[in-house]
């Protein structure tokens, strides 16, 4: 893994963001994550395209936890997990041990910073992470990725998908949500408050549409690009490196 570049002030202000909110967050995170239902299907749907094989050499890039890390590791090779977070990766690594699961090593690093070698890597996965990288920086992490892979490997990638309602889909999920969060009354009104501003100053979190995302795995070089609906905000777009 090649040594981190220096990145541009906005940049390093973001990953210091999300350094402090996930440490912050990460025992929470571990405790609600497996029983979310969404998320859960969200998993499942990344693990199924990435189709991890026995002697894949596979990434998980915002690891959390480890919930794609570790079924990931039951049938590939071996998986790097990163993640922003220290705290995140020691609780993985806990779990990882708890699971009986040795072929899993942590990585406590900004995605924004990885590097490897062209061609080193089978398949590469990552799951409600990217919507936190900063606009800018999405397209160029896609890239890096296709060229850390080798040919005929895979880039699956699970996320919160939707835009400002540019199409028929964003509408209906942002009205899906207000409507929701509405009913909650004071308490979601709330959040309306917080999420609206965090949506519009794109602060926290940014995420895009799924045919932005089909976009950028496309213009990258990705063949056989496939996009997933799975729950009203989440989707999982696939693509293969060319053979």
């Not at 940049?11 to 912050?24: D, G, K, L, P, S």
């Not at 690093?109 to 919507?131: C, K, T």
């Not at 919160?160 to 028929?168: E, T």
Request: hydrophobic share 45%; aromatic share 6%.
């Amino acid at each position: 893994m090649a040594t981190p570049s220096p990145r541009p002030l906005p940049a390093r202000r973001n990953i210091a963001r999300q350094q402090r909110f996930w440490t912050r967050q990460a025992v929470s995170w571990d405790h609600g994550a497996g029983n979310n239902p969404g998320l859960v299907k969200v998993v499942n749907t990344v693990i199924a395209e990435a189709d991890p094989g026995p002697a894949d050499l596979a990434v998980d890039l915002g690891c959390g936890s480890g919930q794609v890390t570790l079924a990931l590791a039951s049938r590939a090779a071996s998986v790097l997990a990163v993640d922003v977070s220290q705290k995140m990766i020691d609780l993985l690594l806990e779990n990882a041990r708890t699971a009986g699961v040795n072929n899993v090593e942590g990585r406590a690093i900004p995605i924004e910073q990885l590097d490897f070698a062209p061609g080193s890597v089978d398949l590469v996965v990552s799951n409600y992470a990217f919507h936190h990288l900063r606009d800018a920086d999405k397209p160029e992490v896609v890239q890096q990725i296709f060229t850390w892979l080798r040919p005929g490997g895979r880039f699956v990638l699970g996320d919160m998908m939707f835009g400002r309602g540019g199409d028929s889909r964003d509408r209906q999920i942002i009205a899906s949500k207000l409507s929701l969060l509405v009913r909650k009354g004071p308490g979601g009104w709330w959040r309306i408050a917080k999420n609206g501003g965090r949506y519009l100053f794109r602060t926290q979190e940014r995420p895009v549409s799924m045919a932005a995302w089909v976009a950028m795995f496309e213009q990258a070089g990705f063949d056989q690009v496939k996009a997933v609906p799975v729950v009203q905000e989440a989707a999982v777009v696939r693509g293969t490196r060319p053979g």
